[in-house]
């Protein structure tokens, strides 16, 4: 009350816009965009950086991978399963009703035209990130014949679908191109 | 605040004086923990959590802070450093064993502080604000854990980092990116590693900032006591100093025994050996298991294990999981008894070790592999947790006739309290 006593402005009857409430208004306001403005490199230096972003494709030599073998190759330090389905596999893979299935793919939707037999997915639990076993000699495959999560029991099909476990959804199909013997991921 | 009757810090040395009035620190200690703070009488062992919480957060800061001094948060180095702590650097191996094991000897002194506080209504009224600055301090302290446990970068590390970050991306829409921005990349990598280092040196300071705010609030009530009546009297306390600080030293002694015995003769007893193999993002360890403290909350994330209208069984187990410890947040206004302690509420008190029971169930199925019947009974036990907090503990509040309560803190110490009597009739 003290500060108003003292100001140079007539009221007139408390109403209208005093010089110091415009000055209190702008200054308030130009401080909180300034502080908000220094907030933006604050939180965006947490985003990926330029050279974690640079490693965003990967290209592998398939040529050696029989039917009913699978390798884990490396996209962004990230595991990518590539796997050459045999015939029983694509086979047990079409055999089931789409409907039934948590996340609802074809076979066909999640391989490439011309290149049924090669399933290449993530190896990346899509529950909690764990890297599902069944892609090496002996490993568990689950109860589906694909793959199985040790971390908290998912198990994927053939087609690395979701089938039981906890995980919401299959295995994700990353963007690929296969070349000859060359496929060409991210 | 304290009681009228309670001492007022009177320094005698010229300098204390000076000191005093120039800024009259040893004022606020001795009023905070000193002869000017009046305590319950009656209060018991329980009560002695709190101040053992204390010396584990204090261990914890300086075992933390000279081991950051040969540690290098870079994952080529990380665990290599580690290892050097361990072989090279003197005394290293107990520095990273004390903190290892005083994270362990925080949790397990934090549990008996925050039962404590389930058994005698802590929470209630006036306490609420403590009680709520509590459950913040629980929250912070996990996340410090957690990110602790992530920086030797063994195998227990990275999928620990990996499984964690990943319950973010279960929330719709926002989830995906806010995992990226969370780990600075597409999987727990360098940028992780070095965030989390920040993080982990900052994190324990916030906590001391937030347990100041929680001694703070307590300050103003004061402290509860087994019989939850409030001191009416001078007769019904003592001061901390030199009482409680005698008490808590003992406690202390038996503390430092146990904590020895881990740090000295059984340091890798609640790790996992999988954590001296250094992180492979190709392989997932066979069994991955949080450490032992977190395995209850572990168990309800897992226990959900089907999708529930538009919510995936994914994103149930994160919200159960956060739940589970944001239901503490609202247990002042659940529990609607005006009688604190378990003592006099015979029904809340069968129901309280029920609970225990339960949350003893949830720690060894969340460290049980995910099969049946473990998931089964998971379930179960993740059910009445949530029952026992929402529906059993409103109930039993408003049903439950209590025992009678003693007139005072005095009379249930001395079966009479005549100073208070003849005051009451006067």
């Known amino acids: 009350m003290a500060n108003e006593a003292g100001t140079d402005a007539p009221a007139v009857d408390g109403e209208g816009v005093r010089r110091r409430d415009f000055i209190n208004i702008a200054a308030v306001s130009a401080a909180g965009v300034g502080g908000v403005a220094v907030v933006v490199p604050l939180v965006a230096q947490m985003w990926p950086s330029a050279d974690v972003l640079a490693e965003s494709s990967t290209e ?75 892609t090496g000699e002996g490993e568990s495959k689950g109860e589906f014949g694909g793959y199985f999560c040790p971390c908290h029991g998912s198990h994927y099909d053939t087609a690395a679908r979701i089938r039981k476990g906890p995980a919401p959804k299959n295995l994700h199909v990353p963007d690929y191109e296969i070349n000859g013997t060359v496929v060409k991921i991210g | ?153 063994g195998q227990m590390s990275y999928w620990a980092a990996q499984v964690i970050t990943g319950l973010f991306s279960a929330i719709p829409l926002i ?54 009546v409030e001191v009416k009297t001078e007769s019904d306390t003592v001061p901390f100093y030199p009482y409680f600080v005698a008490k808590d030293g003992w406690t202390i002694g038996v503390f430092m025994i146990v904590y020895g015995m881990f740090v000295f003769f059984m340091p890798n007893a609640l790790g996992h050996p999988d954590n001296y193999i250094p992180a492979n993002p190709m392989q997932t360890p066979a069994h991955i298991v949080p450490e032992w403290y977190f395995w209850p909350f572990y168990a309800i994330l897992r226990s959900f294990t089907q999708n529930f209208l538009i919510f995936d069984a994914k994103l149930l187990g994160v919200m159960a999981m956060f739940a589970a410890i944001l239901v503490w947040f609202f247990l002042p206004w659940l529990d609607k008894s005006p009688v604190r302690s378990a003592t006099y509420r015979p029904l809340y008190r069968k129901f309280f070790w029920v609970l225990v029971i339960d949350v003893l169930i949830l720690g060894y199925l969340g460290g049980a592999p995910a099969e049946q019947p ?53």
């Open chain 2, 175 to 228: 989830g995906d990116p806010l995992k990226e921005w969370l780990l600075g990349g597409f999987a727990p990598d360098n940028a992780t590693l070095n965030r989390f280092f920040s993080l982990h040196f900052l994190l324990p300071f916030v906590i001391l900032g937030v347990v100041i705010l929680h001694v703070w609030s307590l300050h103003i009530p004061g402290s509860s006591n087994p019989t939850g």
């Open chain 2, 1 to 153: 605040m304290s009681f009228p009757w309670a001492k007022e810090y009177k320094p005698s040395h010229p300098f204390m004086v000076w000191m005093d009035e120039k800024l009259p620190l040893p004022r606020l200690v001795y009023n905070a923990v000193g002869g000017g703070y009046e305590v319950p009488r009656n209060i018991n062992y329980l009560w002695n959590f709190g101040f053992l919480a204390g010396l584990c957060l204090v261990i914890q800061i300086v075992t933390g802070v000279v081991l950051a001094m040969h540690f290098g948060g870079d994952t080529r180095v990380a665990f290599d450093s580690t290892e050097h702590i361990m072989r090279d650097v003197n005394w290293g191996w107990m520095l990273r064993y004390g903190h290892a094991n005083g994270a362990a000897a925080f949790f397990a002194v934090i549990y008996m502080h925050i039962f404590r506080g389930f058994y005698y209504g802590s929470y209630k009224a006036p306490r609420e604000m403590i009680w709520l600055l509590g459950v913040v301090i629980f929250l912070l302290m996990m996340a410090t854990a957690f990110m602790g446990y992530v920086l030797p970068w």
């Open chain 2, 374 to 426: 473990y998931v089964l009974i998971s379930q179960l036990a993740t059910m009445y947790y949530f029952l026992h907090f929402l529906v059993i503990v409103p109930i039993v509040s408003s049903i439950e006739r209590p025992d009678p309560l003693p007139f005072s803190i005095t009379e249930a110490v001395l079966g009479h309290d005549r100073a208070a009597a003849s005051d009451a009739q006067g």
């Open chain 1, 60 to 134: 592998v030599d398939i040529g050696a991978i029989q039917p009913g073998q699978a390798i884990k190759a490396v996209f962004r330090k990230q595991p990518v399963f590539i796997r050459n389905l045999k015939p029983e596999e694509i086979e047990a893979a079409n055999k089931v009703d789409v409907a039934t299935l948590r996340d609802p793919q074809t076979l066909a939707e999640r391989t490439k035209e011309g290149h049924e037999n090669w399933l290449i997915t993530m190896g990346v639990c899509t529950h909690l990130g764990c890297v599902p076993l069944g």
